[in-house]
């Protein structure tokens, strides 16, 4: 495998105050790698630089063997991009929407409509192609927005909260799209803050905090480094947690204890972990 994106000793700096500090990260081709982060942690920065949207203050970013600093035009040609904010047109059908990002792209017209079908046929949309962008629900819209995204055939897919305020079963939908996707072969970076999208979705994670890369590696990883059992201890209105190896030794932790009251055990998941390296919850 070889590093689809990679990002080395990057810094953001915005009026002042630096937003991505010395990060350095590799995703490699055919992975779904996720960016958790609370908000403001840098994650749509990252993004936007990875795309091509901001430039990096200092570092390098080279994405599928281009720097974005000096061959954006080669960047842009190699990756679909779905920002947070919709930014389908609402007055345009969805056929017109694909149809302008396809002209943007240049692709020739007979290749230009019949990859308009099979994407809105993939993110079955193929029914609403002549309705208005704004007559369809935002789930839709998301889907509008991953199809036009793969229109011109891009290796890399940047995904920004892309199921953020979605109802589950919306939410639901769009996971089983990406991990088509990425069945196929595509390599995927999304930022997320939904604990549950980075456990069903990424192979690898990347936890960012104020703009620092403060965990990265597998999810297994994560649970062998910082604990695989957890001890929660009630106190009053809030929880205590313990870590410990295993969830056996977390047990024979609480055997012990003379008084078990307000006390259990259970297997460590991603969010604990996020919450004993940051101090704070996701949301
Ligand atoms: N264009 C800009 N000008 C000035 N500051 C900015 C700009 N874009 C982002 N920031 C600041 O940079 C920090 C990181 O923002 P960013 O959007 O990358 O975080 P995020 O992790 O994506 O958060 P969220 O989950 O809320 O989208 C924030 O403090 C934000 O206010």
Partial sequence: MSAAVCLQNVHKVYNGVSVVNDLSLNIEAGEVFGLLGPNGAGKSTTIRMATTLTRPSDGHVVVAGYDVNRQQLDVRRQIGVVLQQTSVDG????WENMELHGRMHHIPAAQRRAAIDTWLEYVELGDRRNDKVKTLSGGMKRRLQIARALLHNPKILFLDEPTVGLDPQTRRRL?????GLNQQGMTMLLTTH???EVEYLCDRIGILDQGKLIELGTLDEFRHRHGEGIV?????????????PTLDAANTHLDQQPDKTGMMTRPSNL???FVELT?????
């Fill in 271 to 273: 969010e604990d972990i």
């Fill in 279 to 283: 101090g704070r919850n996701l949301d």
């Fill in 194 to 196: 939904y604990m549950e």
């Fill in 91 to 94: 007055d345009l059908t969805v």
């Fill in 175 to 179: 996971w089983e799209i990406i991990r």
């Fill in 232 to 244: 929660m201890t009630q106190r009053g209105d809030r929880w205590d947690y313990q870590f410990f």
